[in-house]
């Protein structure tokens, strides 16, 4: 655009925002706005995925996605508790973030480049590495995934599992039958009552099924294929930078907690650590909160509420949950994995 030559009313539209923009800039986002009017984030989590997001015999949502809302809400509203959980099922999960019915989708979401690229929505940070896999009866001696010729396979709809189902049988010129259900627990009611001779879903929910649906876990077992990669991480709307920033950092402070070695108990203790990077991710050394508008000891909190990633995994779907995940692709990358934060700079 020619500038100099255009009409006044032209050239103070397109030079009004770039001046504004040095205020603009420490602004903290209108999703942040909303959430700090009404004092709650609203987080979309799943109706009842065991070590993920689901409702403990105290009526306490628990899990790793729903600690991580818990953490977004200790670092943006200083209170961890001050979150309202929204049950969303598979297909009902994108139109509530869409609708801005919820803030955040902290919900076994896998990050696929449809989802983010045409869905007027951004995956922020993965923060669970998994992949789908299938669970069978053991009365059925099945040793591969590839003997399933013709079986009859349960599956929810609106998932990748069940495009994934239909690729990796597809690839191998096997039939099979899916049995599709929108509801998770018509799903595995189904399955259980035997109308499929295997339940596809991600291996960290399959773990779940068999060890708390299952009226004997032992009758059932997990074949050895993953057929896909499920990178799960929590969704925001688009169109709201700030807000996309928080959410990722606070994942990413998370990680880069355990990997410094700060813990729920300790983190007090480490803001005096003589380590810059402590100093910084805690707010002691450097303000790292001034450029998320949040204050300096936003991930000290978050840490605070819910303990760093490697706490959260092991309570949630590790050896101290009946899950017993082992940290597989999901340890640090200076330990085998892939949990990898950018520095906090
Ligand atoms: N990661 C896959 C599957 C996610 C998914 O919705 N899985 C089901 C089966 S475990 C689930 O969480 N159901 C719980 C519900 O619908 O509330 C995706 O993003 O499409």
Redesign the pocket.
């Known amino acids: 655009m020619r500038l100099a030559k255009s009409a006044p009313w032209l050239r103070a539209a397109v030079l009004l925002p770039a001046l504004l923009l040095p205020f603009g800039l420490a602004h903290a986002g209108k999703t942040l706005d909303q959430i700090r009017q009404r004092s709650q984030l609203s987080c979309g989590v799943?109706?009842?995925?065991i070590g993920?997001s689901s409702v403990d015999s105290q009526g306490n949502w628990r899990g790793l996605d729903v600690d991580v809302c818990r953490a977004i809400a200790a670092a943006v509203l200083h209170d961890p508790d001050k979150v309202k959980y929204v049950?969303?099922?598979?297909?009902q999960?994108f139109t509530a973030l869409q609708s801005g019915e919820v803030d955040i989708l902290s919900?076994?979401?896998?990050w696929?480049l449809t989802r983010d690229a045409s869905m007027g929505l951004s995956f922020t940070a993965v923060t669970y590495y998994?992949g789908?896999g299938f669970l069978v009866p053991k009365k059925l001696r099945l040793t591969s995934a590839k003997q399933l010729k013709n079986a009859e396979i349960c599956v929810?709809s609106?998932?990748?599992?069940e495009k994934n189902l239909n690729d990796y049988f597809k690839a191998q010129g096997v039939r099979i039958k899916p049995v599709v259900f929108e509801?998770?627990e018509s799903?595995i009611k189904a399955f259980f009552s035997g109308r499929c001779q295997a339940y596809t879903?991600?291996a960290s929910?399959l773990a779940?099924?068999r060890s708390k649906e299952a009226a004997k876990p032992d009758d059932y077992q997990v074949l050895p294929e993953l057929i896909s990669k499920?990178p799960?991480a929590p969704v925001v709307r688009r169109g709201d930078d700030e807000w996309f920033a928080i959410v990722k950092w606070v994942v990413f402070a998370l990680i880069e907690a355990e990997e410094y070695g700060v813990t729920r108990k300790n983190v007090e203790t480490m803001k005096a650590s003589p380590n810059p990077a402590i100093g910084r991710l805690l707010g002691s050394a450097e303000d790292s909160g001034k450029p998320l508008g949040l204050d300096r000891d936003w991930a000290a909190r978050a840490v605070g509420a819910v303990g760093n990633y490697g706490e959260i995994f092991q309570r949630n779907v590790g050896a101290d949950s009946p899950l017993k995940l082992a940290r597989g692709l999901n340890a640090l990358w200076n330990k085998g994995g892939l949990m990898y934060a950018p520095p906090i700079r």
């Open positions: 799943s109706t009842g995925v993920f049950p969303l099922n598979s297909q999960r919900r076994d979401t896998t696929t998994d789908q929810q609106g998932t990748t599992t509801k998770f799903a879903t991600d929910a779940f099924i499920e799960l």
